[in-house]
């Protein structure tokens, strides 16, 4: 049995999470809920976003699931990630049945350094304006390269490409690309190259298929994500999982969207499959296949699909159908 962390957080964050859990009562892993707080919600109650409780909880569990955050986000998810060194955040791009993918083939992952450059928060006010410090050490871009080519021979990918902008930020981010190849050494049965990041926005619309593993810093990969997720139908179906050395933390991509909050409608599938994320880093592989491959089902029949899918169903009439997918 599993000990996992959960926390919904705000706006269709609760939604998803109930979505979510409904549909792994049906796979075959026992897991020990603890809930926690943390968000928007919360902090109106308590006047604080993130308690210190909720950071021991996740610290004390095997994994967790996270819903969605509101304003308070950089309190909050971004604060969890610097506390427990959840140096990666791995976001994959991949084609899925019934959805508005604008390609037939695409599958590949954006591995984003999840601790410094521009979301160190050291930002100031000036005479003149406003300045913030950008921060890129060698430590940290060797162990996020380290981790992409890692995770590249571990699900058989067979490139990895590094995403800066060298020619204009030639310290940090040149830091970065040497790097990378420095420990792409180490690595020969794998192909790698180096893109600047407004020729991979570009490639991301004409060329998406020329990528597989794709390793940056922490803006260009939060921005790229996004654009990734409208290469595939939307934010509803881009999962992530925050990973550190200790500790690993899955969440939908997609925020707490309050306009739609409260009114059942949400696509529980990036929840499910960043749950589905959960199951792979907890090396519960064949599981993690049949609830992907559930997801699959109910996405390619079309039938029980919220309406961002063209259907109209509800959020827990969705993920209730993934269930009975589990089941049978």
């Given amino acids: 049995m599993y000990k996992i962390a959960v926390i919904p957080g705000d706006g269709i964050g609760k939604e998803v999470m ?18 926690a707080d943390a968000g928007d919600e919360y902090a109106k109650i308590s006047g604080v976003p993130l308690p210190k409780e909720t950071i021991d909880i996740v610290k004390n569990s095997k994994a967790c699931l996270f819903g969605a955050a509101g304003e308070s986000a950089a309190d909050v ?18 084609l899925y049945p019934g959805t508005k993918c604008l390609y037939d083939n695409l599958d590949f992952v954006i591995v984003r350094e999840n601790t410094e ?4 928060g050291q930002e100031e006010y000036t005479d003149e304006g406003a300045t913030a410090l950008r921060v890129i050490t060698k430590k940290a871009s060797d162990r996020i390269c380290k981790f992409a080519f890692e995770y590249a021979k571990k699900t058989n990918r067979s490139k990895v490409t590094a995403v800066h902008k060298a020619n204009v930020l030639k310290k940090t981010d040149g830091l970065f690309r040497d ?25 991301f619309i004409t060329r998406p298929q020329m990528f597989d593993v794709i390793v940056t810093t ?30 690993g933390l899955f969440e939908p991509v997609h925020g707490s969207a309050p306009s739609h909050a409260g009114k059942g409608t949400a696509n529980p599938s990036a929840m499910i499959l960043s749950a ?20 699959i089902e109910v996405l390619k029949e079309g039938k029980v699909v919220t309406r961002d899918l063209e259907g109209t169903a509800s959020t827990m009439e969705m993920a209730n159908e993934v269930r009975k997918k589990l089941e049978n």
């Fill in 179 to 203: 790097t990378f190849y420095e420990v792409a050494k180490n690595y020969p049965e794998i192909e790698t190259d180096d893109r600047y990041v407004d020729a991979t926005a570009m490639f």
């Fill in 18 to 35: 109930d979505a979510t859990l409904h549909v792994l009562e049906a796979i075959n892993v026992e897991f020990d809920y603890t809930f």
């Fill in 218 to 247: 922490n803006l260009f990969g939060d921005i790229l994500s996004d654009e990734g997720a409208g290469l595939v139908g939307g934010l509803g179906l881009i999962p992530s999982a925050n990973i550190g050395e200790k500790h």
């Fill in 276 to 295: 589905v994320l959960m199951l792979e880093y907890l090396e519960e592989n064949n599981e993690a296949r049949r609830l992907e491959n559930a997801l």
């Fill in 77 to 94: 998810i971004v604060k969890m990630r610097q506390e427990l060194d959840l140096y990666v955040n791995l976001r994959p791009v991949k």
């Fill in 117 to 120: 450059g521009m979301y160190i």
